[in-house]
């Protein structure tokens, strides 16, 4: 069956450019996540959306950041004006409640985003 | 403030020996740990998981023990392998009260088995 798919892979930018991420959850998982993961470190939450309720933006660093699920299913992590800092992996996960009530995430391959 | 501790940052293991990835927390709340294996270039994948009412679990080679008092939970890796060569995150959550599910990452350990 098809997994979390992202795109695109790999995304080089200059510096002050704007960035568009996609995620393509897979069907029917209510949860999506956004990660950031630069090298070397952990999972940096971003942010997290959950049905029909009010996205968790907690983890987003700057106003920068954004992101939206459209129809509760495919999501876009938009990055403003791109700084060096910025550049890692970005990965996108999504889950569906399990019969124990624990929540499996499914991780994509993840998009690597450099900025020059 | 960092909610899961996770060590060593790294590890070498010789091919056939355990390798032990610790993990500690701090939140009370967190009842569900799951442990995440990451290969580069992908994304991580759930390996095993554990919730805090059994004190160990075992799936093959891996094994999760888990300490509530020490609020303490790690991984055991048997007659590690060369391709079990990867990054390790271990993880808790726990759902609020508002129906959120965020789990909190360990910063991961590099696991390399040595042939």
């Known amino acids: 069956g098809a997994g979390v798919s992202q795109s695109p892979s790999n995304k080089v930018t200059e510096k002050g450019k704007d960035v568009e991420l996609r995620c393509d959850p897979i069907?029917?998982?209510?949860?999506l996540y956004w990660y950031r993961q630069s090298l070397g470190q952990g999972l940096e939450f971003l942010i997290y959306f959950q049905g029909n309720s009010a996205p968790d933006k907690s983890g987003l660093p700057s106003d920068r950041f954004s992101a939206e699920r459209t129809g509760g299913s495919v999501s876009t992590l938009t990055i403003q004006r791109t700084q060096q800092e910025d550049s890692a992996v970005y990965l996108c996960a999504s889950s569906l409640k399990g019969l124990e009530g624990t929540y499996e995430q499914y991780f994509g391959p993840g998009t690597r985003l450099t900025v020059t | 403030q960092q909610q899961v501790k996770q060590s060593p940052q790294s590890l070498i293991v010789q091919k056939g020996g355990i390798s032990i990835i610790n993990c500690a927390y701090e939140n009370t709340a967190f009842d569900y740990f799951p442990w995440y294996q990451q290969f580069p270039g992908k994304g991580p994948a759930l390996l095993i998981a554990?919730?805090?009412?059994?004190s160990e679990k075992k799936e093959g080679r891996f094994t999760i023990s888990f300490n509530k008092s020490a609020k303490q939970f790690s991984l055991h890796i048997m007659d590690s392998q060369p391709g079990d060569s990867a990054t390790y995150f271990c993880?808790?959550?726990?759902?609020?009260?508002?129906?959120?599910?965020?789990?909190?990452f360990g910063r991961g350990t590099s696991l390399i088995v040595h042939p």
């Open positions: 993880a808790a959550s726990h759902t609020t009260s508002g129906g959120s599910y965020i789990p909190t």
């Open positions: 069907s029917g998982h209510t949860a």
């Open positions: 554990i919730r805090p009412d059994v």
